[in-house]
């Protein structure tokens, strides 16, 4: 077994989101040159380039912020959502040209839609508790929120709840379920994430990586590649 090396400023640790996006990210970063995990990850969790200058953790999607808040990882990549979800204090310096969704307010097509505000302690079912949270108190509604890890759609079917806050694509899994859309609550795509340590302690490798990701985003967006996004805030936003 490989042991975990100390760190050393010219390596970098990336922490991936298992699925579509870390799919997304490794396409992404193939075709901006930059080195990619050698071998097929099956179960193996940490995966390095072949030249050694990237290692690559394979993590649950939710779990990318708090690898890269700890230092464990020094770069990440993850949804807007699962970012501010977290709470997770990292800087953000990129917006990434994929997984493109947004979080809404969602209901059964039948409820009448009135003002949030007259809705007396609505019952809500998510997997974003603390974004729900912010949503309901900013608009002064008491809002009952009720946690659940998937298909919150359910929620409003079986009783559990008068509404239901989740990310929609294309909408078909609420238009199935008999549920509309009645407010967009955020707008979300890929983000690129850093360590604030390590964007300062490594500058040198960090820079490397976001300037060859930036150069080729902005080529692809000046040849006309639909859908591509440069986020305008520095590595200071975050
Ligand atoms: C996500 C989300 C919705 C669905 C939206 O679920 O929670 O259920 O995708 O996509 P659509 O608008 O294109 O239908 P996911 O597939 O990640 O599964 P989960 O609900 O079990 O988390």
């Not at 390596?11 to 930059?34: E, H, V, W």
């Amino acid at each position: 077994m490989t042991p975990v090396t100390a760190p050393d400023p010219s390596t970098l640790m990336l922490a991936l989101p298992k699925g579509r996006l870390a799919d997304q990210t490794l396409a992404l970063f193939g075709a901006a040159g930059l080195p990619l995990p050698e071998g097929n990850a099956g179960r193996k969790l940490i995966l390095a380039s072949s030249d050694g200058a990237m290692r690559y953790i394979m993590a649950k999607p939710g779990d990318v912020p708090t690898f890269v808040e700890y230092g464990a990882a020094d770069l990440g990549v993850c949804g807007l959502d699962t970012l501010r979800e977290s709470r997770r204090h990292v800087y953000e310096p990129l917006l990434l040209p994929f997984g493109y969704c947004r979080l809404s307010l969602a209901a059964p097509a039948n409820r009448p839609d009135t003002p949030l505000r007259y809705a007396s302690q609505p019952r809500v079912v998510t997997k974003y508790p603390n974004l729900t949270a912010d949503f309901f108190r900013a608009r002064g509604v008491n809002a009952e929120i009720i946690t659940l890890h998937g298909s919150v759609e359910l929620g409003p079917l079986v009783g559990l709840a008068d509404l239901i806050v989740d990310l929609v694509e294309t909408g078909n899994t609420l238009r199935a379920n008999g549920l509309v859309e009645t407010r967009t609550i955020m707008e979300i795509q890929a983000v690129l994430i850093v360590n604030r340590a390590a964007y300062h302690l490594k500058r040198s490798a960090v820079e490397s990586v976001i300037e060859s990701l930036r150069q080729h985003l902005a080529k692809a967006q000046h040849s006309g590649q639909a859908g591509l996004h440069l986020a305008a805030a520095g590595a200071g936003a975050g």
